[in-house]
C-alpha cells in the first residue's frame, strides 16, 4: 500500500522501518519541525532514505484546515494514513481522504484512559493491566472504532519508563505493522467503543503534580511513579519544592532510622536513610524514594538530602582530560544547537530529551571501554563539570557511595597477618547482628577461639533476603546490558583452582 506517515520520536522511526520493510510504499513522512536544531528521528530517517518530509508546524488555523497543507498531502496518493506517535492535531480533510482512512497508536486499552497523559494516569490509577489500542481516527477524542489492542501487567514498581520500554514501545511497533498487514488483507475489523469504563483524564503537568498526603502508602507510590519522570511529583519541604523519584513500596526489612523530613501535610514525617528516603501514607504504610530533585534542577540520591553538596573536585590527570574531550564531543553532536559546550552547560537546558539520555549513555560506555552508567547518572550530573566528575570517580573506582567499611579481626598464621571480616553482610554494609549477638569460630587444628563472629538473628536474615530482592530487582546488575555483564565477568581474575597448571601435572 501508499503510506503516509504521520508522527514523531523514535517509535514513528521504528514503525516507518519495519513498513518499509514489508514492503509498502511511504509516500511522504509529516513530522513536527526542528527543536533547538535538532530534526526529530523520523524526519531524519525518512530524508536519510530520500522519501519526502514535511514538517508542518500546524495545520489548521482558526479550526479550518490550510489549504496548502491540504494541497500538499493529497499529491502525494496516500492509500491510509498512519500515526504511530502523533503530537499534532490532524484536520478531518486529512484524517478521511485516504481510501483505508487513518489509523492511530494509542498508549491504553481504549476506552480507558482517553487523552495524552494515558500511561501516566494508568500508573496513578494503579491498574493491574496495561496495553496499547490501534484504532480508526474519527473527529473525536481517542473515540474511533477499535482496529487492535494488547495488554500487559503492570508491575508493583513500574514507571513510565519502564511500562514504555517494556512493552508498550516493542509491542507497540509490531501492533501498528500487524494493523496494517490486516488492513491491507482486508481483514481488520472496526469495533465501536464501549462507553461502560471510559475515562479521560487531563494532561499531566508540574503545577498538577503536588502529592496528597491524605492518602494510603500505595495511593502516594502509584501517583509518585505515574509523574516520573515527567513532570515529577513533587511536595513543599526544606523551604523548598522537592521533586521525588523511583518509588517502591518494597520496604521489608527496612527500619525508619534517620534524620526526620518534615513535610506539611503529611501523615508523619519522612526519614532519610542510608537506602534512600521512607515517606508514610495515612495507612502508616511505608514507601521509599531513591531519588529527589531540588528546586534548582539539581538531581541527588534522596539518601544525600542532609549531607549538602560535595565542594571537593577531583583533579583531573592528563588522560582524564583526554577523555573529557571526548566525552565533550559527544555532547556537541547530542547538543548541535550549543556553540561550545563549558563546565557550566547544562545537558537538559540545552534541549535534551529522554532519548538523548539514552544515546550518551551508549556513547559514553563506548567511549570509557564500557564504564558502567546508567541513565540515572545523567539527572543526577546535568551539568558538563558535574558529568566529567562523576565520569572520573567511577573510572578510579572512588565512588563514595560504594565505598564499605570493614571491621577486621586481625590473626597471625604462618607468619603471615590474615585481616578477617567478622560482622554480617546486609545490604552493601557489614553490620553487628541484632541485640550484637555472637558466637565462637572455632580453629579445628586446636581448639582455640578464632575470633567472635555475629550471629544473625531472624530480624537480619529478614532484611538480608529484603536487600536481596530490592538488589535484584532494582540494582545496578539487573539494569546494565548483557555485553556489560560480560565485560565486568571478564575483569574479575580466576582464583588459584581454576587458573591453568604451568607445570600440565
Given at each position: 500500500m501508499?503510506?503516509?506517515?504521520?508522527?514523531?520520536?523514535?517509535?514513528?522511526?521504528?514503525?516507518?522501518?519495519?513498513?518499509?520493510?514489508?514492503?509498502?510504499?511511504?509516500?511522504g513522512?509529516?513530522?513536527?519541525?526542528?527543536?533547538?536544531?535538532?530534526?526529530?528521528?523520523?524526519?531524519?530517517?525518512?530524508?536519510?532514505?530520500?522519501?519526502?518530509?514535511?514538517?508542518?508546524?500546524r495545520?489548521?488555523?482558526?479550526?479550518?484546515?490550510?489549504?496548502?497543507?491540504?494541497?500538499?498531502?493529497?499529491?502525494?496518493?496516500?492509500?491510509?494514513?498512519?500515526?504511530?506517535?502523533?503530537?499534532?492535531f490532524?484536520?478531518?480533510?486529512i484524517?478521511?481522504?485516504?481510501?483505508?482512512?487513518?489509523?492511530?497508536?494509542?498508549?491504553?486499552?481504549?476506552?480507558?484512559?482517553?487523552?495524552?497523559?494515558?500511561?501516566?494516569?494508568?500508573?496513578?490509577?494503579?491498574?493491574?493491566?496495561?496495553g496499547?489500542?490501534?484504532?480508526?481516527?474519527?473527529?473525536g477524542?481517542?473515540?474511533?472504532?477499535?482496529?487492535?489492542?494488547?495488554?500487559?501487567?503492570?508491575?508493583?514498581?513500574?514507571?513510565?519508563?519502564?511500562?514504555?520500554?517494556?512493552?508498550?514501545?516493542?509491542?507497540?511497533?509490531?501492533?501498528?505493522?500487524?494493523?496494517?498487514?490486516?488492513?491491507?488483507?482486508?481483514?481488520a475489523?472496526?469495533?465501536?467503543?464501549?462507553?461502560?469504563?471510559?475515562?479521560?483524564?487531563?494532561?499531566?503537568k508540574?503545577?498538577?503534580a503536588?502529592?496528597?498526603w491524605?492518602?494510603?502508602?500505595?495511593?502516594?507510590?502509584?501517583?509518585?511513579?505515574?509523574?516520573?519522570?515527567?513532570?515529577?511529583?513533587?511536595?513543599?519541604?526544606?523551604?523548598?519544592?522537592?521533586?521525588?523519584?523511583?518509588?517502591?513500596?518494597?520496604?521489608?526489612?527496612?527500619?525508619?532510622?534517620?534524620?526526620?523530613l518534615?513535610?506539611?501535610?503529611?501523615?508523619?514525617?519522612?526519614?532519610?536513610?542510608?537506602?534512600?528516603?521512607?515517606?508514610?501514607?495515612?495507612?502508616?504504610?511505608?514507601?521509599?524514594?531513591?531519588?529527589?530533585?531540588?528546586?534548582?534542577?539539581?538531581?541527588?540520591?534522596?539518601?544525600?538530602?542532609?549531607?549538602?553538596?560535595?565542594?571537593?573536585?577531583?583533579?583531573?590527570?592528563?588522560?582524564?582530560?583526554?577523555?573529557?574531550?571526548?566525552?565533550?564531543?559527544?555532547w556537541?553532536?547530542?547538543?548541535?544547537?550549543?556553540?561550545?559546550?563549558?563546565?557550566?552547560?547544562d545537558?537538559?537546558?540545552?534541549?535534551?530529551?529522554?532519548?538523548?539520555?539514552?544515546?550518551?549513555?551508549?556513547?559514553?560506555?563506548?567511549?570509557?571501554?564500557?564504564?558502567?552508567?546508567?541513565?540515572?547518572?545523567?539527572?543526577?550530573?546535568?551539568?558538563?563539570?558535574?558529568f566529567?566528575q562523576?565520569?572520573?570517580?567511577?573510572?578510579?573506582?572512588d565512588?563514595?557511595e560504594?565505598?564499605?567499611?570493614?571491621?577486621?579481626?586481625?590473626?597471625?598464621?604462618?607468619?603471615?597477618?590474615?585481616?578477617m571480616?567478622?560482622?554480617?553482610?546486609?545490604?552493601?554494609?557489614?553490620?553487628?547482628?541484632?541485640g550484637?549477638?555472637?558466637?565462637?569460630?572455632?580453629?579445628?587444628?586446636?581448639?582455640?577461639?578464632?575470633?567472635?563472629?555475629?550471629?544473625?538473628?531472624?530480624?537480619?536474615?529478614?532484611?538480608?533476603?529484603?536487600?536481596?530482592?530490592?538488589?535484584?530487582?532494582?540494582?545496578?546488575?539487573?539494569?546494565?546490558?548483557?555485553?556489560?555483564?560480560?565485560?565486568?565477568?571478564?575483569r574479575v581474575?580466576?582464583?588459584?583452582?581454576t587458573?591453568p597448571?604451568?607445570?600440565?601435572?
Amino acid at each position: 500500500m501508499k503510506i503516509a506517515v504521520i508522527g514523531q520520536s523514535l517509535f514513528g522511526q521504528e514503525v516507518y522501518c519495519h513498513l518499509r520493510e514489508e514492503g509498502h510504499e511511504v509516500v511522504g513522512v509529516f513530522t513536527v519541525p526542528d527543536k533547538d536544531g535538532k530534526a526529530d528521528p523520523l524526519g531524519l530517517k525518512a530524508d536519510k532514505d530520500g522519501v519526502p518530509v514535511f514538517k508542518f508546524p500546524r495545520w489548521r488555523a482558526r479550526g479550518q484546515a490550510l489549504p496548502n497543507v491540504v494541497a500538499t498531502y493529497q499529491a502525494l496518493g496516500a492509500e491510509l494514513n498512519v500515526l504511530p506517535f502523533c503530537s499534532q492535531f490532524i484536520p478531518m480533510e486529512i484524517i478521511s481522504a485516504p481510501r483505508h482512512g487513518s489509523i492511530i497508536y494509542h498508549p491504553s486499552l481504549l476506552p480507558r484512559h482517553r487523552g495524552a497523559s494515558a500511561i501516566n494516569w494508568t500508573l496513578i490509577h494503579g491498574d493491574k493491566k496495561g496495553g496499547f489500542t490501534i484504532f480508526w481516527a474519527d473527529d473525536g477524542l481517542d473515540t474511533g472504532d477499535l482496529l487492535l489492542q494488547k495488554e500487559c501487567e503492570i508491575l508493583p514498581d513500574d514507571t513510565v519508563s519502564t511500562l514504555y520500554s517494556r512493552f508498550l514501545f516493542p509491542e507497540g511497533v509490531k501492533g501498528m505493522v500487524q494493523a496494517v498487514k490486516l488492513i491491507a488483507e482486508g481483514r481488520a475489523p472496526r469495533l465501536p467503543q464501549p462507553e461502560d469504563g471510559a475515562t479521560y483524564e487531563g494532561i499531566q503537568k508540574k503545577e498538577t503534580a503536588q502529592i496528597n498526603w491524605d492518602q494510603p502508602a500505595e495511593a502516594i507510590h502509584n501517583w509518585i511513579r505515574g509523574n516520573d519522570k515527567v513532570p515529577g511529583a513533587w511536595t513543599e519541604a526544606c523551604g523548598q519544592k522537592l521533586t521525588f523519584f523511583s518509588s517502591t513500596l518494597n520496604t521489608e526489612g527496612l527500619v525508619p532510622e534517620g534524620e526526620t523530613l518534615p513535610i506539611p501535610g503529611a501523615h508523619r514525617p519522612g526519614v532519610v536513610t542510608g537506602a534512600g528516603l521512607i515517606l508514610f501514607g495515612n495507612d502508616d504504610r511505608m514507601l521509599l524514594v531513591k531519588s529527589i530533585q531540588l528546586e534548582d534542577g539539581k538531581m541527588i540520591p534522596a539518601s544525600q538530602l542532609f549531607r549538602g553538596a560535595d565542594s571537593t573536585g577531583l583533579e583531573l590527570t592528563e588522560e582524564d582530560l583526554v577523555t573529557a574531550e571526548a566525552v565533550r564531543g559527544a555532547w556537541k553532536r547530542i547538543l548541535p544547537n550549543v556553540v561550545e559546550v563549558e563546565d557550566s552547560t547544562d545537558f537538559f537546558k540545552s534541549g535534551a530529551a529522554s532519548l538523548d539520555v539514552v544515546r550518551l549513555v551508549e556513547e559514553v560506555k563506548e567511549l570509557c571501554d564500557g564504564l558502567e552508567l546508567e541513565n540515572e547518572d545523567i539527572y543526577m550530573a546535568t551539568t558538563f563539570g558535574d558529568f566529567m566528575q562523576l565520569l572520573v570517580r567511577k573510572m578510579r573506582g572512588d565512588n563514595k557511595e560504594s565505598q564499605c567499611v570493614i571491621d577486621h579481626v586481625e590473626k597471625t598464621v604462618n607468619k603471615l597477618t590474615l585481616r578477617m571480616p567478622h560482622q554480617l553482610f546486609i545490604g552493601g554494609a557489614f553490620v553487628d547482628a541484632e541485640g550484637a549477638k555472637t558466637y565462637e569460630t572455632i580453629n579445628p587444628t586446636d581448639g582455640s577461639v578464632i575470633c567472635q563472629v555475629s550471629l544473625a538473628q531472624v530480624s537480619d536474615v529478614d532484611k538480608a533476603v529484603a536487600a536481596a530482592k530490592d538488589a535484584f530487582e532494582h540494582g545496578l546488575w539487573g539494569k546494565i546490558s548483557a555485553r556489560d555483564r560480560g565485560r565486568l565477568l571478564y575483569r574479575v581474575p580466576p582464583s588459584p583452582s581454576t587458573r591453568p597448571d604451568p607445570t600440565g601435572t
